[in-house]
């Protein structure tokens, strides 16, 4: 299977396999007008498998998103058909508005527009709480 | 702006200092009297508690202070749909610190981001309350004279108990602990609160089924109540409840200077014939509630 070259936009490369699909969701990419590309399962020399998402178009990305779905995960910039810039990706500190608390119980869920904040409490087990009542995110 | 939400929010050397000023409120209440002289504390309880709303009432009467009060979502704006944020917005106009309650996780980090007065956090649902935490401290140095070197029971539903939870974050923090965790398999303490408390600072521990095989170990038996509804079956209720209920007969194999506590309320789970016993401790502890609550109420006021 191939996908045509992209001239100017993002390919997030080295996503895990089976993880495409979650970063396509939160990062919004349904919404929008851009063309978007989402590979899974391809071959890959470091991974095995991997999932790619290739955007064709300028695009402003949520990378903090990226980093607490895959930190391994790759962004290239590409401009003219070259890539222009590689970006690391990191686990972020603090989510907001990426998830939402699954806590029946948990204030977030009643009072108005109250942002949906969850911090990094555990990098080795790759662990996010939420800010308000400390449940912890499931795990991707 | 300065609040108390959970235990974690109080370094330890604050911890010691809040339990020194409560001693000194009990040794010199006369000093204390009138140093809350023109300030108001807002008690905002938006689900039922007796002790909690009255121990803080009582403390900022004793410190020369006044109260307002709201109790009962009902009759508040709340159940007319205002936000947590607008009401204590609307309540720092009117109180100096607030000491809230809510049935909802978290409600307390929401009212003391939004609130331009100090916030207590008086519970909030099953996450935090410190407050109670605060009150076990101070028992047991008092009873105790310190931390160091204590055995600590901790008996009955170590699962769903938040009080139980945030004791052994706190306890934790001090040199020299050791726990026995004794409850049924299916109410043990949770992972994380053994991973994160225990296992990371090597604090020893030991988890039991049996209150008197090893009540003659311990230090500190602190009860919680054991309920019906957390047993996944009526048959192993009724094996095990009896287990949990402490008894004189079951003192007989406890250290002569061991502190029995609670949280309170209790249902069955200490028998009151237990009152009479020099060990037990529970009525203190809802006194140095009071004082404590005196204390971080000081604390958060500078005074």
């Known amino acids: 299977m191939t996908v045509d070259s992209i001239q100017n936009g ?59 779905v895959d930190p391994g995960a790759t962004v290239n910039v590409i401009q003219d058909g070259k890539l222009k810039e590689k970006r690391r990706i990191e686990m972020p500190e603090r989510l907001e508005n990426v998830i ?3 806590n029946p119980r ?7 527009e109250l942002s949906q904040i969850f911090l990094l409490t555990d990098r080795e087990q790759k662990e996010y709480r939420c800010l308000w009542c400390e449940t912890r995110a499931a795990k991707i | 702006m300065r609040s108390v939400i959970d235990i974690p ?7 010691d200092a809040l339990m020194d000023r409560a001693e ?32 803080f009432e009582a403390a900022m009467y004793e410190l020369g202070g006044q109260v307002i009060s709201v109790a009962g979502s009902d009759a508040s704006s709340v159940a007319k749909g205002e936000s947590i944020a607008d009401t204590v917005k609307t309540v720092s106009c009117y109180a100096d610190i607030i000491a809230m309650r809510h049935p909802k996780e978290g409600a307390a980090r929401v009212a003391a981001q939004n609130a331009a007065v100090p916030v207590i956090n008086a519970g909030d649902g099953g996450h ?54 004794i409850s049924p398999e299916e109410l043990k303490v949770p992972s994380y609160v053994k991973s994160e408390a225990l296992k990371k600072r090597n604090i020893p521990y030991t988890q039991e089924q049996d209150l008197e095989s090893v009540i003659g170990d311990l230090d500190i038996l602190y009860m919680t109540r054991v309920q019906r509804e957390r047993f996944f079956n009526e048959e ?7 287990s ?45 509630g009071k004082f404590m609550r005196e204390a971080l109420m000081l604390m958060l006021l500078n005074l």
């Open chain 1, 100 to 102: 939402r608390c699954k």
């Open chain 2, 24 to 55: 000194d409120i009990i040794a010199h209440p006369d000093d204390y009297a009138d140093i809350c002289h023109r300030k108001k504390l807002a008690t905002l309880f938006f689900e039922p508690s007796t002790r909690t709303r009255l121990s």
């Open chain 2, 236 to 242: 192993d209720y009724l094996r095990l409840k009896d």
């Open chain 2, 244 to 288: 949990y209920i402490l008894t004189p007969e079951k003192l007989v194999k406890a250290r002569k200077d061991l502190c029995v506590m609670h949280p309170l309320p209790r249902v069955n789970e200490i028998s009151v014939r237990v009152d009479q016993d020099p060990r037990a401790c529970y009525f203190k502890q809802v006194l140095n």
């Open chain 2, 128 to 181: 935090s309350h410190p407050t109670q935490t605060l009150a076990d401290l101070l028992t047991i140095r008092r009873e105790k004279g310190g931390f160091n070197g204590l055995t600590v029971g901790l008996c009955g539903d170590l699962k769903f108990g938040r009080t139980v939870h945030s004791l052994i974050n706190a306890l934790s923090r001090y040199e020299g602990i050791r726990f026995v965790l």
């Open chain 2, 9 to 15: 929010d109080l370094s330890l050397e604050e911890l």
């Open chain 1, 10 to 68: 993002i390919v997030i490369d080295h996503i895990a396999a089976g993880r495409g699909m979650k970063l396509y969701d939160l990062l919004k990419l349904n919404k929008t007008e851009t063309p978007v590309a989402m590979m899974m399962n391809v071959t890959s020399g470091k991974l095995g498998r991997k999932d790619m998402i290739k955007i064709d178009g300028e695009i402003t990305l949520n990378l903090d998103v990226i980093g607490y």
């Open chain 1, 106 to 112: 948990c204030i977030s869920t009643t009072e108005q």
